[in-house]
Every structure is written in C-alpha cells, then in structure tokens.
C-alpha cells in the first residue's frame, strides 16, 4: 500500500522558518518526481515547489522563490521543504505527492493533475 505522510507543520511566527518532510514508502520512489502544494481555507490547492527524481531539477511558484528549498532523498524515499520567512498568507495545509513514474531525470511536475500519490497533508500557521 502506498502512503506518504507529511510531519513539520506547526505554528511558527513570521519571518520563521519550518522544515517539512514527507516519507513515501509502499514502492520503490527512486524514480518519481515529487511535489508540494498547499490548500488556504477557501481557496483551490496550488503548487509550491517540484523536484525531478534526480533531483538534478527544481521548479518553484514565483511567491515562495529564494526562500523555500525543495529537495529530495532517494534512499530514504523522503522529499523535504524547507521554507524560510515565512508570511502569515503561507498560512494552509501542505501537501507533498508523487508522480508515479518519469523517463526524464530533469522533468518537474507543476499541476496536481500530475501526480499520482498525495499525502494526508500537514498543517503551517504563520502568525503575525
């Protein structure tokens, strides 16, 4: 059975930093791009930040750029996030996932559509 499950999350004040981590396990990962996305209240799912299976690939949405880090172990079947000053708009349940499989080792994955795995998503709150 294939799960990924996201820890970090918490309450964190802005212009703090927080560390996401999402491990995959039910199959061998080594070769799925990888993902997070975030969810406000009221609001659709949106992409943060891609990596390829290689990892030799990243891709960020524009508002997060310069301050959050995507990156990926492949013998620990984990992808991390790490965000830095963090705003109080950051405020959502954040999602990592999974595309099941890529032949390019450069590729990035963007839209949800994409990906074919999706963890319980962790909660950030960013007070202000």
């Known amino acids: 059975q294939v799960q990924l499950v996201e820890s970090g999350g918490g309450l964190i004040q802005a212009g703090g930093s927080l560390r996401l981590s999402c491990v995959a396990s039910?199959?061998?990962?080594?070769?799925?791009?990888m993902g997070w996305f975030r969810q406000a209240p009221g609001k659709e799912r949106e992409f943060v930040a891609g990596?390829?299976?290689?990892?030799?690939?990243?891709a960020y949405v524009d508002s997060v750029k310069g301050r959050f880090t995507i990156s990926k172990n492949n013998v620990k079947n984990t992808v991390y996030l790490q965000m830095n000053s963090l705003k109080p708009e950051e405020t959502a349940v954040y999602y990592c996932?999974?595309?099941?499989?890529?032949?390019?080792?450069?590729?990035?994955?963007?839209?949800?559509?994409?990906?074919?795995?999706w963890g319980q998503g962790t909660q950030v709150t960013v007070s202000s």
């Open positions: 990596v390829s299976w290689s990892s030799v690939s990243t």
């Open positions: 996932a999974a595309k099941e499989w890529a032949s390019d080792s450069r590729q990035t994955y963007s839209a949800s559509s994409q990906y074919d795995y």
């Open positions: 039910g199959r061998d990962f080594s070769r799925s791009p």
